[in-house]
């Protein structure tokens, strides 16, 4: 089977430091996979090349097996009819550390934006699917509350159902939780348990362990730009075998 | 000073100096909105860029060297209308533009005043505008990449909606300011309040006319003070 999601030797530098040092990362239909990885490894960057919120200067992305992107020494090589690259884009659906809903759409109607302004919904169509969304995650009385009215764990939800409305078929989140007061953690973590369980494709940057040795059918151990171990999250866990792995965890833990 | 026949005398002149302020307020409110409208455009203007990058290198290239230019016309516009005085440009525009080219004569007084005021404000509100927009979180443009918006939605949509609300104090600023500023107009003839108050004054030998200049000036100012604070308020409940 082709593989959902696939990157070759993605390198990416900000300035003389390198971030990402040729990532080579096969994800397949229904995988979830957690990253974990102590701060600067190159975690969030990875997820946010993949999506191209940054610019890697070398390396392929494939989505379902076609070339989305390639560059080399920072250009460009193959690119992709603009409008068969947004298609691909939108493939990923992405759920922020600091949420980033619009403040003054309603949670509503941050969820019915970009489904009418780029899929062409109309708007009863719109608003059946976004209440249904609000309904998944758990808010579908709030649908008329504006962000700021919202605890920081509604808005990751409402924000979650955001990614949702487009029908993505991968959900990348880059440290969904580490925003949030320690109370409303398990809430967002419960929808995207939830999520993983209805089959989702997931690549989840974290910090939760217990997330990850729960709900991951692989986790990631990233380290200077690298990735250092690949394992499911029971070996990761219980016996890693890289000594950096090792190190991360005993000083968390 | 007689006080009697002195509020007798205001009293008189007051007809023809609140039909005076109504050039003031007229001209004030139209060069304000067309600036608002054209500093739209220069302050998108002076921020673009190239945002759909993946595109052959000849076309890239292209669309390159197009933003650039329109960037640098907008910074040049702004550089231009910000550094040079007000009543320049309007002796410029009223006098100097028909000699230069007889088909750009503006006869009508109140059209020149227009102009070179909504010229000139413009270039002010451009980079209140532009502030604004770049005082709009990454995060919001971040979302709206993911969601597939184009660069111009996410404008129309995300940014330029939240970006009003910060606008709305300096706009209120602007508007004060430029109510003053129309005194300037005297130069051309065109009767504003300040201009029929300097008229009164020289005709009727009598410095008194200046008391109810003043208090007219403050009143239009409170009205705009007023209406600008329930806007804040009333766009302020979202937040």
Not at chain 1, 56 to 69: E, M, P, T, W, Y
Not at chain 1, 79 to 94: P, Q, R, Y
Not at chain 2, 39 to 46: P, T, V, W, Y
Request: aromatic fraction near 8%; glycine fraction near 6%; include cysteine.
């Amino acid at each position: 089977m082709e593989a959902i999601l696939r990157t070759e030797n993605l390198n990416k530098h900000f300035g003389s430091l390198h971030v990402l040092r040729d990532i080579n990362l096969t994800v397949n239909q229904g995988d979830v996979i957690c990253i974990v990885g102590p701060s600067g490894a190159g975690k969030s960057t990875l997820l946010r090349a993949l999506n191209q919120l940054e610019d890697i200067q070398s390396g392929k992305i494939f989505i379902d097996g076609q070339l989305f992107l390639h560059r080399a020494r920072g250009k460009t090589l193959r690119s992709v009819k603009t409008k068969e690259h947004k298609k691909l884009l939108l493939e990923m659906g992405m759920v922020f550390q600091s949420f980033n809903l619009f403040p003054h759409k309603t949670a509503l109607e941050n969820v019915m934006l970009a489904p009418m302004k780029v899929k062409g919904f109309s708007t009863e169509q719109a608003k059946a699917r976004a209440q249904a969304l609000l309904e998944q995650v758990g808010l579908g009385d709030k649908g008329d509350s504006y962000p700021s009215k919202l605890s920081g764990g509604q808005q990751q939800r409402v924000a979650i159902a955001r990614a949702l409305a487009m029908d993505p078929r991968i959900m990348l989140f880059d440290e969904p939780t580490s925003a949030l007061d320690p109370e409303l953690v398990g809430d967002v973590l419960g929808v995207m348990k939830n999520l993983a369980e209805s089959g989702m494709t997931m690549l989840v940057v974290t910090h939760e362990m217990g997330f990850a040795r729960e709900a991951a059918d692989r986790v990631l151990f990233m380290c200077d730009g690298v990735i250092a171990e690949d394992a499911s999250p029971e070996q990761l866990f219980t016996n890693p075998q890289n000594p950096r792995t090792q190190q991360f965890l005993s000083s968390i833990l | 000073m007689d006080s009697s026949s002195t509020i007798e005398k205001i009293i008189t002149w007051m007809p023809s100096l609140l039909e005076a302020s109504k050039i003031t307020l007229l001209l004030t409110l139209a060069s304000v909105s067309a600036a608002l409208v054209l500093s739209i455009f220069l302050a998108l203007g002076k921020i673009l860029r190239v945002h759909n990058r993946n595109v052959p290198r000849p076309l890239l290239l292209l669309k390159e060297t197009g933003t650039s230019a329109v960037r640098w016309l907008c910074s040049a516009y702004i550089f231009v209308f910000r550094g040079t005085p007000l009543l320049i440009q309007l002796y410029f525009i009223y006098y100097t533009l028909p000699k230069i080219n007889p088909a750009m004569n503006i006869k009508d007084r109140f059209t020149a005043a227009w102009i070179a005021f909504s010229l000139n404000i413009a270039a002010y509100l451009a980079e209140i505008i532009r502030a604004a927009i770049q005082s709009i979180h990454k995060g919001q443009l971040e979302a709206s990449h993911a969601l597939g918006l184009s660069y111009a939605q996410t404008m129309r949509l995300v940014v330029l909606p939240q970006a009003y609300r910060r606008m709305v104090p300096p706009v209120c600023n602007e508007f004060v300011m430029v109510l003053k500023d129309t005194s300037l107009v005297s130069i051309i003839a065109l009767c504003d309040l300040s201009f029929q108050t300097q008229k009164i004054a020289s005709a009727r030998a009598s410095a008194v006319v200046y008391i109810p200049a003043l208090v007219i000036y403050l009143i239009m100012t409170a009205i705009f003070t007023v209406t600008f604070h329930l806007i804040e308020k009333k766009l302020a409940v979202r937040e």
